[in-house]
């Protein structure tokens, strides 16, 4: 009998977590892999944050905790204290209870989930997302059911940001269209616009009635600072105006596998918030009930903690010694022959994570550019 | 939806005509380095006269079965009693972390295991584990490598990504769906835009299987079509098929070419055996069928919050099963881009460690035996109490966490209002909810709503 399954064919690796197939698959002792965003030690190995541990700790020898369902939108503390994170403490949005908060799995779970709810609510079912962007995105607002139309970002002759470009295209779209802006640390290039940039895009943006949906999975790790990171989520929501944000704890707390984040929707007003945020509810339900509930309340605790002893968070030494996605410049020939020669493993855009860099590895690499630019020029 | 997308509509013309006239003000003569301050002043002229673009949307309902604990909560009656949700409870009415599962985080803390990204399919050790779990660690299936197994948000995140596949390859398929089900299920199949209709299931006569409507209704749909079955222990009516009668479900399944889809979400926690309830599943893989099989690990190994759960996919072939998980992969990145590791480590560990898997199976028949022993209490209970000579035998034919009780919307009504006892409004109660303490004020409370509940509904009428 024919399979029913005769139809289906065989999808390539995903282009970002296929690199790291790739690398595991390679025997050679000199490849390095920067591909997947994931902090890396000066010995090349994964780091489990002090304070991470010391908060699992707590919560695994507590005898009262159990592990009953969490609500459909995660659990409350984790909410609150994520929207006072990007926020600011002071923020008139939560002090007007203007904002609801839903816990969801890391940034991709925030985005998909913010993007459904739009689909289903909002009038305008088309994204304007920068080019280039994180690879995942178009495929999470397609499969959503938005639209995806670019606009300009990255401009590859100064290896800067395209402003010109930007302001056009983002004026030339239709009202209310949702924008995708990375609230800090682009990526795949790196670069963001500065606060009179910012201040520019949020007056076109308000001007024109377009949604700003931030994709937030960098704050702290940028910049260092958390608030710093923060500036451009909270100059659109100083302005009283709505917004959705997607955050991520992958990264700024090295919480990677256990899928933490938060879609935050900012709205005009406190009932319109709990209205939305029913709504949001049944997009989860059918998706996966109520979010995992072990990462959260690690956030949860550390988060806690920060509170009351007012410490800015233990994570600068570590932010210092790291950076971000770099563009480098290297087209796919020369990427794939870095790759084939040099075993050196990174997306075909030309985007390396310098967070899989050690100053072991750095001739190495060096190397291997200029090898590929004499090579391939 | 559709009128909350015109009034939104309509509030952005309003919106983009009351842009028109700011439009001006806002852009004229702005200094791109205008101190944020002043234009973010005149900004806010504009944007407050605008109204929420998320004005039409209307408060959405409650679940109705998560709302019941919600409701519970807020009743302030010591007699009451929360028969809602299905969560195992112990005696004591106080949730239960097995053992088995506090020594596994333990361990995992000890190794100081890391937190990076699981791949796109999830732990490898768990796929491994929960394939051999249900279908038994030497089936050809699993040694000829024709199961497709990835990692999902426990039973729903697992049946929505089957959903989701569904839609994209079999286009136009329907889904066959019980009635009554677990009421997420509908909701899973509209959101994937999946079709789905109802073969008859329940017989409020009997208070049984309507077996006969059951094979009619598979028999009666199209061909290729997808027929969802509780692998055991049916949510929510608790009764399922005998040996025989699955014997019969499957002829007509291969007869008609359809793909069976099962939920198992209580493998174990049924009769208290992981062989015994995986019978039905295991008989369609000596058939050599093509089916689907979504797992939850919620209720057997209490891991309710960590959503841990997967999605097996029974191909004809290896090449198949490869290509089948690499498009269930390019289903999962765009949703959550891959799954949490916590609950897949614990299964893992347990499954993977002789002792620890032993300890697992005997507080797994703890719980189930448990809710035997409480099912027997009722039982006894309603017979003792209830002269009316009403058939009570259906509680002990019924198997899992759940029981239909047969009362009905005005029935379950009065056990909520008169005797603080909260259940869902199609009649179901959580067995998992019930100490054998509690067996004879909910005898008492079922006895009076059965017989008297539309007497107190009618008398305000009547007069």
């Known amino acids: ?137 178009p495929k999470v607002f397609n499969l959503a059911g938005l639209s995806v139309e670019y606009f300009r970002y990255y401009d590859p002759t100064t290896r800067g940001l395209d402003f010109q470009g930007l302001i056009e295209d983002l004026g030339a779209a239709p009202s209310g269209a949702i924008v995708l802006l990375h609230a800090c640390a682009h990526n795949p290039t ?60 992958a990264k700024n707390m090295g919480l990677y596998g256990e899928r933490v ?60 010694q790291i950076g971000m996605f770099t563009f480098t410049g290297l087209n796919t020939e020369q990427v794939a022959f870095m790759t084939k020669e040099h075993h050196i493993y990174m997306t075909s855009d030309g985007r390396i994570s310098m967070a899989g860099l050690s100053s072991k590895t750095v001739p190495h690499l060096a190397d291997a550019i200029h090898a590929a630019v004499a090579r391939l020029g | 939806m559709a009128s909350s997308m015109l009034s939104l509509g309509s509030t952005s013309l309003l919106t983009r005509e009351i842009n028109k006239d700011k439009l001006k003000l806002g852009n004229s003569g702005s200094n791109p380095f205008l101190k944020a ?86 732990l490898a050790a768990f796929n491994k584990a929960t394939a051999e779990l249900l279908f038994g660690a030497n089936h050809p299936i699993i040694k000829e490598q024709k199961v497709a197994t990835i990692q999902g948000l426990s039973g729903t995140g697992s049946l929505r990504l089957a959903a989701a596949l569904i839609e994209r390859y079999f286009p136009g398929a329907k889904v066959l769906i019980s009635s009554p089900t677990w009421g997420n299920h509908k909701n899973i199949f509209n959101d994937a835009k999946v079709p789905w209709s109802e073969y008859r299931y329940y017989d409020p006569k009997t208070i ?43 002829d007509v399944i291969q007869e008609k070419n359809h793909i069976p889809f099962f939920d198992v979400a209580y493998q174990g926690f049924a009769s208290g055996s992981l062989d015994e309830d995986a019978a039905s599943v295991r008989l369609f893989a000596e058939r050599g069928m093509e089916f689907f099989v979504a797992q939850s690990y919620s209720k057997n190994l209490g891991l309710y919050a960590e959503r841990i759960g997967a999605i097996n996919v029974v191909c004809s072939s290896a090449d198949a099963a490869t290509r089948v998980k690499s498009q269930l992969k390019r289903i999962a990145r765009p949703m959550y881009s891959n799954p949490p590791v916590h609950g897949a480590r614990i299964v893992a560990n347990v499954v ?26 009722l039982y006894d209970s309603l017979v003792s109490k209830d002269k009316s000579g009403k058939d009570w035998s259906f509680i002990l034919k019924q198997i899992g966490m759940f029981s239909f009780t047969g009362l009905n919307k005005a029935q379950s009504d009065n056990m909520t209002n008169k005797w603080h006892v909260y259940m869902t409004k199609d009649g179901r109660i959580s067995l998992a909810g019930l100490s054998l303490a509690k067996c004879e004020y909910l005898a008492d409370a079922i006895i009076d709503s059965y017989h008297n509940a539309l007497l107190y509904w009618k008398t305000p009428i009547e007069l």
């Open chain 1, 190 to 249: 790196g670069v963001d616009p500065t606060p009179e940039q910012w201040e520019q895009i949020r007056q076109l943006i308000r001007s024109k009635s377009l949604l700003p949906f931030f994709d937030s999975a960098y704050q702290g790790f940028a910049s260092g600072s958390l608030d710093t990171d923060a500036q451009s989520v909270r100059m659109f929501v100083a302005d009283g105006g709505e917004c959705l944000i997607a955050q991520s704890y």
């Open chain 2, 208 to 250: 049984g299987l309507d077996f006969e409507g059951m094979i009619a209704d598979i028999k009666e749909a199209p061909e290729g079509s997808f027929i969802l079955l509780h692998g055991c222990a049916h949510n929510p009516t608790g009764i399922d098929p005998t040996p025989e009668q699955w014997v019969k479900i499957a």
């Open chain 2, 352 to 377: 993977g460690d002789a002792t620890m898997f032993n300890e697992w199976k005997a507080e797994m028949e703890m719980m189930a035996g448990r809710i035997k022993t409480v099912r027997q209490e």
């Open chain 2, 37 to 122: 301050k002043s234009s973010s002043r005149v900004t806010m002229m504009t944007v407050a006269v605008k109204p929420s673009r998320f004005e039409g949307i209307t408060m959405a309902p409650p679940d109705p079965i998560l709302g019941v604990s919600e409701a519970f909560k807020a009743d302030t009656n010591e007699l009451k009693l929360n028969l809602g949700v299905g969560a195992y409870r112990t005696e004591e009415l106080q949730p239960y972390v097995l053992n088995v599962v506090k020594k596994a985080e333990n361990l995992m803390l000890e190794r100081g295991d890391n937190k990076e990204y699981l791949p796109i399919e999830g």
């Open chain 1, 1 to 137: 009998m024919e399979s029913v399954f005769s139809n289906v064919a065989r999808a390539p690796e995903d282009p970002i977590l296929g690199v790291t197939v790739a690398y595991n698959k390679d025997p050679s002792p000199v490849k390095i892999n920067l591909g997947v965003g994931a902090y890396r030690t000066e010995e090349g190995k994964p780091l489990v944050l002090d304070v991470v541990r010391r908060a699992e700790l707590q919560l695994v020898n507590d005898q009262t905790r159990v592990k009953e369902y969490i609500p459909i939108v995660g659990l409350a503390d984790f909410n609150k204290l994520s929207a006072k994170l990007i926020l600011g403490g002071d923020s008139p949005a939560i002090k007007e209870n203007r904002v609801a908060t839903i816990q969801c799995l890391s940034g991709t779970g925030s985005l998909r989930v913010g993007a459904e709810f739009l689909t289903k609510h909002y009038h305008q079912n088309v994204i304007y997302i920068p080019k280039p962007t994180w690879g995942n995105h």
């Open chain 1, 261 to 320: 984040g938060a879609l935050s929707i900012v709205c005009k007003s406190a009932d319109v918030a709990s209205k939305v945020e029913s709504q949001v509810k049944l997009v989860v339900r059918p998706m996966y009930s109520s979010p995992p509930i072990h990462g959260a309340s690690i956030v949860a605790t550390i988060l806690k903690s920060r509170e009351r002893n007012r410490t800015p968070g233990d994570w600068s030494h570590i932010i210092k």
